[in-house]
């Protein structure tokens, strides 16, 4: 069983630019959740998606969107970076059915320092 | 709207002892709840999740409480280990779309030998 892989582990971006983010959920996973987290804070739902299509969002603007790929793999896009974008993204994969209850299953994250 | 807080001190236990924590959530009645471990810089990691029709659970050495009147959640670590230090979320469906989680802040837990 392969777990969430994420990358880049680290970048740096500057104000204004554009940058995106990749996941590989978890094997025979269906489903992809995006969280922002500062320091010191809880994660912050950024979006969902299950079978590519968005499955629920957060309160977080439209240059935050996002892609769920047929293989459950996923990107975040965030464009026209703002320094409060600085923070720890997650990305989560779970099972979704009618029994399941959501465990996430988390990446490593990926550290966004905009300067 | 919904809240969850968690103790925003963080909880320092002797090794040993029992640790602790507390989820309390206001605004609606859960179908479930869920309790993470955080390791600084690191993604959270899934321990225990426990429906509303459940009032325990255990898992080796944890053990989670879910008191629906209370609206609250204990979190237990017995026999606590220096190892158990790290940071612990509680997440909670949201009301409008189960399948979207709302954290708890954390709560810091450091384990002394």
């Known amino acids: 069983e392969t777990g969430v892989t994420q990358s880049p582990t680290h970048l740096i971006k500057t104000r204004g630019q554009q940058v995106t983010l990749r996941c590989s959920s978890q094997?025979?996973?269906?489903?992809v959740s995006w969280y922002q987290q500062a320091l010191g804070q809880g994660p912050q739902f950024i979006f969902q998606?299950?079978?590519?299509?968005?499955?629920g969002r957060g309160n977080f603007p439209p240059r935050f969107s996002g892609l769920q790929f047929p293989n459950y793999s996923s990107e975040l896009n965030v464009n026209a970076l703002e320094l409060d974008d600085s923070a720890l993204y997650l990305c989560?994969?779970?099972?979704?059915?009618?029994?399941?209850?959501?465990?996430?299953?988390f990446g490593p994250g990926t550290r966004l320092t905009v300067l | 709207s919904q809240k969850i807080e968690q103790n925003s001190e963080a909880l320092n236990i002797q090794e040993g002892k029992t640790a602790t924590l507390t989820c309390n959530y206001t605004?609606?009645?859960?179908?479930?709840l869920q309790w993470y471990r955080q390791d600084p810089g690191r993604g959270p990691v899934f321990l225990l999740l426990?429906?509303?029709n459940e009032k325990e659970k255990r898992k080796e050495r944890l053990k989670v409480t879910f008191d629906t009147t209370l609206k609250q959640s204990l979190f237990h670590i017995t026999a606590s280990q220096p190892a158990d230090s790290a940071t612990y979320l509680c997440?909670?469906?949201?009301?409008?779309?189960?399948?979207?989680?709302?954290w708890g802040l954390g709560t810091s837990l450091a384990v002394n030998p």
């Open positions: 989560a994969s779970s099972w979704t059915s009618g029994l399941s209850y959501n465990e996430q299953f």
């Open positions: 094997s025979g996973h269906n489903t």
């Open positions: 998606y299950y079978r590519e299509e968005e499955n």
């Open positions: 605004n609606y009645s859960p179908a479930y």
């Open positions: 426990i429906r509303e």
């Open positions: 997440a909670l469906p949201n009301a409008g779309n189960n399948r979207k989680l709302i």
